[in-house]
């Protein structure tokens, strides 16, 4: 193949990325006319170009918020010696948003990061506009949580006392730390998957699945050690004296690991 043929094809290929680009960000591409920093919020509205990191999680939040409310008050309905106020129901329809979350992080890094790379974007300023994205998602699932859980608490769980979100152990020191600990995690599980991502463009497959079993491995290790130390009481013990709080503020650390981390694998990664 001739070079006069791979220049042409290089060409066309650039014109298809650039006939995708969204023009308010194309116009922003001037290089050297200003700070790289400039451009971060450019970077945070990527991630929103294709609002599926907003809707779906949203989708998800609303449809699971609703199922758990059927079930719950179909089964109060057929437990006829039920005494609500004494046998309260709980359930996990919480965390499904979250895990929705996870898989929207990964699909957004899968789908963005070659975009930003077409745009000019630098890599830090890129990584930078994704961690302040995912802290507004977080946010906003924060307060969506804070809100439903208060809407349980004040009508004493729909008036059978059932709750998704309102649950003692997360609202003990109030909603509102319920709602940080729910951003807080939301935004762990984004980066969870936005690392992981990374680590696949990073390196390849095949080093992620060894990654990952290799946690498992290590987590199987941990387990093994505790219960032949007959260390699982002390375990349980010290996880169940964390509130909503001391939990968000053990969190903050795997935060930072993930953000440093992504930055280091993205400055090699390909697209």
Known sequence: MSLEI???RMQAGTSRIDDRAPTADAREVMPGSRSSYARIPAAFRLQFIVPTLIWVPLLVFMASWAIALVIGFWGDAISDDRIAA?????????????WCLLFMAAYAGTHNFPFSLALSYSRRVY?????????????????????VAAIEQWTDG??????????PYLIGDGLWAGGLLAAT??????????????????FSVAVLWALILGLVAVLAVAAML?????????????MTEQTALSWTAWLVLPIAVLTGGSYWMIRRATA
């Open 6 to 8: 791979k220049e042409q």
């Open 185 to 202: 995690v939301s935004l762990l599980l984004m980066l969870v998957g936005f690392a992981s991502v990374m680590l696949y463009k990073r």
């Open 86 to 98: 004494q046998d309260p129901i709980y359930t996990g329809a919480s965390q499904a948003a979250l």
């Open 158 to 167: 729909y008036g059978i006392h059932l709750y998704n979100f309102a649950l």
């Open 127 to 147: 990584v930078i506009g994704t961690f302040l994205a995912f802290l507004a998602v977080s946010v906003g699932f924060g307060i969506a949580f804070g809100l």
């Open 226 to 238: 505790i219960t032949q130390s007959q260390g699982w009481t002390t375990v349980w013990q010290w």
